[in-house]
């Protein structure tokens, strides 16, 4: 008797989307607790892999929409970006600016440089491992 | 009360992961050590939360999570690579 | 261009936007835009391989059919206890189980089920969707196992999935 | 903290950490891969349910609030252990690896 993936499909579908979610939660709490951009990021990472091993690295391309390479340099710039209001202030490199934009209701939206620094440290790390992931799979196709 | 149960508690959840190591080194075949190293991460998780509970901290609660999550993608990783010979076919 | 702007799986949505809101402490402004933004994002993300939804689902059986599960996994879980504890070999055995349903998310529900419930692990399904293998750790006779997960499992799911 | 909250959460850490142990018994004890994977999937994932669920109610007795990490963690839980069971006894049929002799019926090729 033949046999489907027909479970891990399903899996993937379900697991796939709670898993970016709990990357993108580590990535926001990262400033005072526990969490990050690179765990999350690594987190981010897992559930694409997943994704691959489930549906291939076509799909996976797909979704990611942009090449992991790109996703890469671009990280890093994101990253080295999240330096350039403290140089601007002639304070020492990586010092921490914080911005609060008002939101509709009586919240706010918290913006600093340590998040901005953590995004790109994010999609550093998932475009490494899936540039990794990606490349390994295609070699063996 | 509670103090008690959860050092018995702990005590089995560790004796529980001995013997998941001892799955892990006896074997005999690739998958019963994949198998004894997915419950190993299951037990980890269960010891998390009772370190949590000890130290009256949510903190850890975090890595429980993660643990669980990566632990899965860890497992089907394994058993892909025990299927194809290669982890992506 | 409405397409991009729509919520493929309105379930998957809510849930995800409900799950934000528990996970970032409670409901505030920045919350909801960003569990508004995933519950979007990840969806339009993933849709490309959802399966159709069946042309008949009856959403509010669920509820019933997860408290039967729960309780089943309980009564498992202490039946697997007393066979592990008990000094008789076991007498396991490979069952083929004809299936009924045929939309995959029911198949995978029922797999899932039988994986987590009184002495069955599901193994395998056949590449056609019709069969599932499923391992019994203390098996006396194949068609009981398979009249009590017809009767149990596989019925209440078909009234839900059509 | 109430006397019966105490008894619930210390009677769900030991029915937990039971359930574990009698688990990971089974893992070592049962004689072919296949008898094995039962323990894993049911016992100790219950084992480990009761334990965090333990863990809700002690923290939210405390006023915590309500634990959504403990509630993910178990629901991730029981939705990965039957993919990962089913995922392993694919490998294990590809891999061809023995049952004891009492077992009936056969395996499939992969």
Redesign the interface.
């Known amino acids: 008797m033949k046999s489907n993936t027909l479970i891990l499909h399903t899996a993937a579908l379900f697991i796939m989307p709670l898993q970016l979610m709990f990357s993108v939660f580590l990535l926001f709490r990262g400033h005072d607790e526990p969490g990050g951009g690179f765990i999350g990021g690594l987190v981010a990472s897992g559930a694409f892999v997943l994704y691959a091993f489930a549906f291939g690295s076509e799909a996976t391309r797909r979704i990611l929409r942009v090449a992991p390479r790109d996703l890469l340099s671009a990280g890093l710039l994101f990253a080295l970006a999240s330096t350039i209001p403290a140089f601007l202030a002639g304070q020492p490199m990586l010092t921490a600016h914080w911005w609060e934009l008002p939101l509709p209701g009586d919240g706010y939206l918290k913006l600093s440089t340590p998040l901005i620094f953590d995004i790109g440290v994010y999609a550093a790390v998932l475009g490494t491992i899936m540039t990794f992931v990606i490349s390994l799979m295609e070699s063996d196709e | 009360?509670?103090l008690?149960?959860?050092y018995?508690?702990?005590?089995?959840?560790t004796?529980?992961?001995l013997?998941?190591v001892?799955?892990v080194i006896k074997g005999p075949?690739?998958?019963?050590r994949?198998?004894?190293l997915?419950?190993l991460y299951?037990?980890a998780?269960?010891l998390i939360?009772?370190l949590?509970?000890a130290l009256?901290t949510?903190?850890y609660?975090?890595?429980?999570?993660?643990i669980?999550?990566?632990g899965?993608?860890g497992?089907?990783?394994m058993?892909?690579y025990?299927?194809r010979g290669?982890?992506?076919? | 261009m409405l397409d991009r702007l729509s919520f493929p799986q309105p379930w998957l949505s809510l849930t995800l936007f409900f799950t934000w809101q528990f996970l970032s402490d409670g409901i505030s402004g920045g919350s909801v835009v960003l569990g508004i933004i995933l519950a979007w994002g990840i969806p339009q993300m993933t849709r490309r391989f959802w399966p159709d939804p069946p042309a008949v689902m009856r959403g509010w059986r669920a509820p019933a059919y997860a408290l039967r599960v729960l309780w089943d996994i309980v009564v498992a879980s202490v039946e697997v206890a007393k066979l592990i504890l008990s000094p008789r070999q076991p007498r396991p055995m490979f069952i083929c189980y004809p299936l009924e349903l045929d939309h995959p998310l029911a198949i995978s529900i029922l797999v899932s089920t039988i994986s987590l419930t009184p002495g069955t692990v599901g193994a395998d399904v056949s590449d056609d969707n019709k069969l599932i293998l499923i391992h019994s750790l203390d098996a006396e006779d194949e068609q009981e196992i398979i009249d009590t997960i017809r009767a149990r499992y596989e019925k209440p799911l078909l009234e839900m999935f059509r | 903290m109430s006397t019966f909250a105490e008894i619930a959460i210390s009677v769900l850490l030991l029915v937990g950490g039971a359930f574990t142990l009698i688990g990971a018994i089974g893992l070592a004890r049962l004689p072919d891969f296949y008898t094995r994977l039962h323990g894993p999937t049911k016992a100790t994932t219950v084992g480990v349910g009761a334990i965090v669920v333990s863990s809700v109610i002690y923290f939210s007795t405390l006023g915590r609030g309500i634990g959504v990490e403990e509630i993910l963690v178990t629901v991730f839980l029981f939705m990965t252990a039957p993919v990962s069971a089913n995922f392993l006894a694919k490998a294990a049929m590809h891999l061809e690896v023995k049952t004891t002799e009492n077992t009936r019926g056969q395996t499939w090729d992969q």
Do not use: C, H, W
């Open positions: 009360m509670i008690i149960a959860l018995i508690t702990i005590a089995m959840v004796l529980a992961a013997l998941n001892y799955r075949d690739a998958p019963d994949v198998l004894a997915d419950t299951v037990n998780i269960a939360v009772l949590g509970i009256q949510r903190m609660l975090e890595s429980a999570l993660l669980a999550v990566m899965f993608v497992t089907v990783a058993a892909k025990l299927k290669s982890v992506i076919e």
